[in-house]
């Protein structure tokens, strides 16, 4: 398949490029001039767009897109609605126009209500609560993920998913990507949201629980 990846040049994105070139997709990765490509296996196709002012033919000639993209946990209110609410919203109508097979959404834990959340996070789970909330009413095909906290240390594979979990401790990166990439293809899944964090079940049999 070819798969659209919005962030792919940031920690998850990266990560989820390579997990999908390694399962046989062919990604297509969202790139601005600032990027830095070299985090991106080496014959990469990549497409210039920038969230905040996107091609509405962006998600042309692919078959599902995934939106890793994130502002960044040091960045201002209008960084992130630019990007987390209305650069995911923008994208969503482009892959609706394109009619692509499946949209993935790599959200947070706390966007399905943002007034429950931490203070200090409050503006970005209600912009990730917007976009998932556009996306649930579009007319595309879609899978949302709300991973706990995120680490940088090396997956195994091993998670939990449910609609609601315990949302202490964290998640590996690598074990996020690996859950996007199958949310791609995962029969039964479409429509689904749910929750993220790290477990004792394979990521194989937890898609499938979650996919019943």
Do not use: W
Not at 82 to 111: C, H
């Amino acid at each position: 398949m070819r798969i659209l990846v919005a962030g792919a040049t940031g920690n998850t994105g990266a990560r989820l490029v390579r997990t999908l070139a390694a399962a046989g997709h062919t990604p297509v990765a969202m790139i601005r001039g600032s990027s830095d490509t070299s985090v991106l296996p080496d014959g990469c196709e990549t497409r210039m767009a920038d969230l905040s002012d996107l091609p509405n033919d962006v998600a042309r000639d692919v078959d599902a897109v995934i939106f890793a993209a994130g502002s960044g946990g040091h960045t201002g209110d209008d960084l992130t609605d630019k990007v987390d609410r209305d650069g995911a919203i923008a994208l969503i109508g482009a892959a609706v126009d394109a009619k692509v097979g499946r949209f993935v959404m790599l959200s947070s834990v706390g966007a399905d209500d943002p007034s429950k959340g931490p203070d200090a996070l409050r503006h970005y789970l209600e912009a990730k609560h917007t976009a998932d909330e556009h996306l649930k009413a579009a007319d595309v095909p879609h899978v949302i993920v709300r991973p706990i906290s995120l680490s940088d240390d090396s997956g195994n594979g091993l998670v939990s998913l449910a609609e609601r979990i315990d949302r202490d401790g964290q998640v590996t990166r690598d074990d996020v990507a690996l859950v996007l990439a199958v949310s791609v293809t995962q029969a039964g899944l479409a429509g689904k949201v749910f929750e993220m964090a790290a477990g004792k079940t394979p990521v194989a049999r937890a898609m499938a629980e979650v996919a019943d």
